[in-house]
């Protein structure tokens, strides 16, 4: 059985930062992608920061330059490193794990991605 678990999530101020981790375990024969994802209330999930096997990673735009996605494979954990939040930030965030060549389009969303953690929170305070 395949489990992703987020963790890291929490409340800070606009300008802070978090860490957060997805441990994952459970056998897939092939990965093409791991991302973040994040949701707001009233919003659609939408992708944060996504990890390729055999190319650089991609972000959304709200995100370049503050968030880097990276991955410990010997621990089977996947990170991401959130600098200068803003309130535009809260939301849950989810990984996801993708088992098909279409989480590598440019427009690759949800519906790209099989196996999902719960999410964790993060709240950011103005």
């Known amino acids: 059985q395949v489990q992703l678990v987020e963790s890291g999530g929490g409340s800070v101020q606009a300008g802070g930062s978090l860490r957060l981790s997805c441990v994952t375990s459970?056998?897939?024969?092939?990965?093409?992608?791991m991302a973040w994802f994040r949701q707001a209330p009233g919003k659609e999930r939408e992708a944060v920061a996504t990890?390729?096997?055999?190319?650089?990673?991609r972000y959304a735009n709200s995100v370049k330059g503050r968030f880097t996605i990276s991955q410990d494979r010997d621990k089977n954990t996947l990170y991401l490193q959130m600098n200068s939040l803003q309130p535009e930030g809260t939301a849950m965030y989810y990984c996801?794990?993708?088992?098909?060549?279409?989480?590598?389009?440019?427009?690759?969303?949800?519906?790209?991605?099989?196996?999902w953690g719960k999410g964790t929170q993060v709240t950011v305070s103005s």
């Open positions: 996801a794990k993708s088992t098909t060549y279409s989480c590598y389009a440019a427009g690759a969303t949800s519906i790209d991605y099989r196996y």
């Open positions: 459970g056998y897939i024969a092939v990965t093409y992608c």
């Open positions: 990890s390729f096997s055999n190319r650089s990673p």
